[in-house]
C-alpha cells in the first residue's frame, strides 16, 4: 500500500435533536428560494416540520413522493424531468438512502441537457459520462430519516439500470450534499427491521473502509470510533425506539462511515450485497448484514492486524482477527436479523447469476484479498 493520499470533502453536517427545524436558514444560506423536496411517501408526515422551516422562511417548495426502494433509471429520469418541470432551484432529499440516492440523480440531472439520462453517469459503463461540476449543479440539502447508509455526506446516489441487470453509483465529489441534517428525532419511528438493517449498513461501511485497499490514515480514528458507536449502540436504539442518544449515536456513525467510503471506497461485501438486492429484492442493509461476517472472514488473512482492530473496537479485550467477523455475527442476532440468505428467500438456482454480476461489480477491487468469481459464488453458497 503506498503512504500518499488525498481527502477531500466539501459539505456541512448540522447534528442534534431538533435539527431540522434549521432547514430553511440552511437553505437560505445556499440562496434556494424554491425547493425540490424528494421525500419517501412512507414518511409524508415528517415532511411536515420541513415544510414548516421552508415557510417560515419564505422559501417556497416543491414536494416529490414517487419514491421506491432502491431507485432504478426510469424513475429517477422521471424526477429529473419533474425538477426541470417544477421551476426549483435547490433540492432537498428527505428520507432513507432511497429518497437521498433520487434526489441525487435529480441534481446530476439538473445539470445537464434534458435529454440524457442518469444511466450515462454510471460507474458500471466502461463509456461512463463525468459528473457536472459543482458549479453547474442546484444546491442539495440531505435530511436522513434513518441512520444507515451514510448518503448525506457522500459523492454518489446508486441506481439500478434493468436493461443491463446492474445496480451502481452515479456521480462524483460534485454531488456531495452541501449540508446535510442529521436529526435523530427523525429515527425514532423507524421500525425494529430498519433500525437493525440500516445500523449494520452503516458498519458495514465502516469495516470495509478501514480494511480497504486504498487507506486514508487521516481517518483511521474516525472509523474506529464509527465502529464503538455501532457496536454501543445499535442494540439501544432497536430495543428502545425512542432513546435518542442512542439514535445520535447512530446517526453519528452512518455520517462517519459515508465519510469513510467516500475516501477509503468499500469492499466485497457490497459487491455481493448489490446483486441480492438487484436479483432478490433485498433490503439492502440485511443483504450487507448477512455478507458481512462471512467476507470479513475471507478477507481477515489478508489484512490481520486491520481486522484485529475491527475487532477490539467491536468489543474491547479482542484481540485476534479472526474475531471479527464471528462479532458481527453476534451483533446480527442481538438485533434480530437473519443469518443465512435463505431466510431472506435467497435459493440456490440463482447463486451462478449472483455471482457473475458480483465480479462486475468494482467494489471488490479495494477489498484487502483479491475475488474471484468462484469465491464469490463459494461465499453465497457457505451462507445459504
Known sequence: MSNAFTYEWPGRVVMGAGTAAQTGTQAQSLGIRHAFVVVDPGILPLAETIVQSLTAAGIAHTLFSEVIGNPDVAHTDSAGAAYRASGADGIIGLGGGSALDMAKGVRLLAGVAAEHSCA??????????????????????????????????????????????????????????????????????????????????????????????????????????????????????????????????????????????????LGGCHSLAHQLSTFANMHHGLACAIMLPPQMAFSAPAAPERYAAVAAALRPGAIDAEDAAELVAELNAAVGLPSRLSQAGVTAELIPTLAAFAIKDLNWTTNPRPMTEADMAALYTATL
Open 120 to 265: 450515462e453517469y454510471m460507474s458500471t459503463r466502461a463509456d461512463r459520462r463525468p459528473a457536472p461540476p459543482a458549479h453547474t449543479l442546484p444546491p442539495m440539502l440531505a435530511i436522513p430519516t434513518t441512520a444507515g447508509t451514510g448518503s448525506e455526506v457522500t459523492p454518489w446516489g446508486v441506481v439500478t439500470d434493468h436493461d443491463t441487470q446492474q445496480k451502481a453509483g452515479i456521480g462524483g465529489v460534485s454531488l456531495i450534499p452541501n449540508v446535510a441534517i442529521a436529526d435523530p428525532e427523525l429515527t425514532v419511528g423507524l421500525p425494529p427491521f430498519l433500525t437493525a438493517a440500516t445500523g449494520m449498513d452503516a458498519l458495514s461501511h465502516l469495516i470495509e473502509a478501514y480494511v480497504s485497499t486504498n487507506i486514508n490514515p487521516l481517518l483511521d480514528g474516525l472509523i474506529l470510533h464509527g465502529i464503538r458507536l455501532v457496536a454501543e449502540n445499535l442494540a439501544t436504539a432497536v430495543a428502545n425506539p425512542t432513546h435518542l442518544p442512542a439514535r445520535q449515536a447512530m446517526m453519528e456513525a452512518a455520517v462517519l462511515g459515508g465519510i469513510a467510503i467516500s475516501s477509503n471506497w
